[in-house]
């Protein structure tokens, strides 16, 4: 279908390939976390450029996003960081999609599904963020043992921080913990290939914690895992939001804009309409609080974001239809990044990229 509205998301993959280098560990591989549609960006143009870059392995929350990078042709591997959702075992072999696991009936399952085949699964502990994985930790060596005794493959050992990006201590206290495991394990006589547990903020922050593999998402998408962490490595973000201008009009002073009238006019201004809405991702908690950017000036948002369209404030700024609108991303010396408009709506820039709609398409570059 011919795209007809100008709002998209363009992707620098050359700033991706750029990030994983920067970010990969000399003596660790490094698994390109490339869920929710590699974090808003595409996916499958992301893995291939992650792969380029030297990465090993792609990591997926979904069954279903690991065979949409199988039917694109990646056969990389690929883990699925939660266990199997029951009735997916067999479909997840089928695709040659690496399964985590972490309880006796997901163990279960995947031996009725694997038959006679030695499949690789790679155990996950919990070492204190308690969403999923096998606790308490000391549990987690028998568990591998039983693992390896039905027949399956202890290919790896993972963990999960909960505060890399932000606490010392517990990371610390989470890494010793997995440790202990793991010499655990190899003293039970069983040798995962790959131990790992560094996500972004621990890859950038914490070596000790790198391990055989770093599993690092948000960090080579350019953003942030945290305020100020990773500035030292020159991430670029690679995603950009842009739009353009559909109408303006000059208003008097005194005159209110948008569903409520919530911004009233204390001055003469030019107002551009955006085709930009919250049911493209860009939350009502950005109305008159988020700029965007024209002509390379910042322009406030201008009352209610509505479901399909924007207003913002360009005072005297000579603006026309067509003008590029920039929600995310530079527009000659000035930047709105995906960091602002997440402190800005009272999140995290993970939210801002993933939340982005998908009837907003996604153009691929370098
Ligand atoms: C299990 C797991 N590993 C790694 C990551 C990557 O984390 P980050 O994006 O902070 O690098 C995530 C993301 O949430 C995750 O859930």
Redesign the pocket.
Known sequence: MTRFRPTRVEVDLEAIRHNVRALKPEASELMA?V?ANG?GHGDVAVARAALEAGATWL?V?LVEEGAGLREAGIDAPILV?SELPPGSEREALARDLTPSLYSEVGLARLVEAAGERRVGVHVKVDTGMHRVGVFPPEEAPAFAERVAGAGLVVEGLWT?FARS?EDEATTKEQLSRFLDVGDEVRRRGISPRYLDAA???A?ILHPEAHLDRV?????IYGLE?GPGVGASLDLRPALAWRSAVTMVRRLPAGEAVSYGHRYRLERPSTLATVPVGYADGYVRLLSSRADVLIRGRRCRVAGSVTMDQLLADCGDLEVEPGDEVTLIGRQGDEVVSAEELARLSGTIC?EVVTRIGERVPREHTG
């Open positions: 976390v869920k974090y990591g929350a960081l999960h990006e996500n972004s903020g890859t599993r690092a998402g948000i960090a895992p993970y």
